[in-house]
T-cell receptor, first 110, second 114 residues
Framework: RKEVEQDPGPFNVPEGATVAFNCTYS??????FFWYRQDCRKEPKLLMS???SGNEDGRFTAQLNRASQYISLLIRDSKLSDSATYLC???????????FGIGTKLQVIP | NAGVTQTPKFRILKIGQSMTLQCAQD?????MYWYRQDPGMGLKLIYY???????DKGEVPNGYNVSRSTTEDFPLRLELAAPSQTSVYFC?????????????FGDGTRLSIL
């Protein structure tokens, strides 16, 4: 089993739709979790951290389910500008134990 | 605000050639990292450094070398380029270390080995 697994997509959704991505992780000792956004041929940029209590930032909501070992990202009212690849990042202890998922590609269609 | 600067942005090498990918940051960050990203794969850590004069291997160090003579610079060296090293290389830096959210990425170097 991979350390971090994501559905690569693509997820094609119309503008205004709500879309959700999940990311599963295998190491139950993982300590911190993040969602990064990566635009085509660009560098990854931090979108949001994922806390045990959940985290909301505008149209974006991130949640952690430790029992089932997955994190989720919910995007409401999708915009064309949300089109990107969303990377799940899991830290199981220190800078050398950071694992990036392969990313889920989102395409928002007019 | 320059942040993390990588040069060159694109490069084509022949098998067996060598080159150095440059990375510089102006944020006085102690921690610096080199990743590679292959199509359909997540970023893989090649080498990292926790300060000037200190470097250590990441997950995929074979075929690469690094040095950290100053806080600002963290070059990555390919000695004998191989087709398997065709990838996009990202340099990143962070202040506190171990805190992924504080990592700032450069905009990448796209390297093809033919």
């Amino acid at each position: 089993r991979k350390e971090v697994e994501q559905d690569p997509g693509p997820f094609n959704v119309p503008e205004g739709a709500t879309v959700a991505f999940n990311c599963t992780y295998s190491n139950s000792a993982s300590q911190s979790f993040f969602w990064y956004r990566q635009d085509c041929r660009k560098e990854p940029k931090l979108l949001m951290s994922v806390y045990s209590s959940g985290n909301e930032d505008g149209r974006f909501t991130a949640q952690l389910n430790r029992a089932s070992q997955y994190i989720s990202l919910l995007i409401r009212d999708s915009k064309l500008s949300d089109s990107a690849t969303y990377l799940c990042v899991v830290n199981s202890g220190g800078y050398q134990k950071v694992t990036f998922g392969i990313g889920t590609k989102l395409q928002v269609i007019p | 605000n320059a942040g993390v600067t990588q040069t060159p942005k694109f490069r084509i090498l022949k098998i067996g050639q060598s080159m150095t990918l440059q990375c510089a940051q102006d944020m006085n960050h102690n921690y610096m990292y080199w990743y590679r990203q292959d199509p359909g794969m997540g970023l893989k850590l090649i080498y990292y450094s926790v300060g000037a004069g200190i470097t250590d291997k990441g997950e995929v160090p074979n075929g690469y070398n690094v040095s950290r003579s100053t806080t600002e610079d963290f070059p990555l060296r390919l000695e004998l380029a191989a087709p398997s090293q065709t990838s996009v290389y990202f340099c990143a830096s962070s202040y506190s270390g171990g805190q992924v959210e504080s990592q700032h990425f450069g905009d990448g170097t796209r390297l093809s080995i033919l």
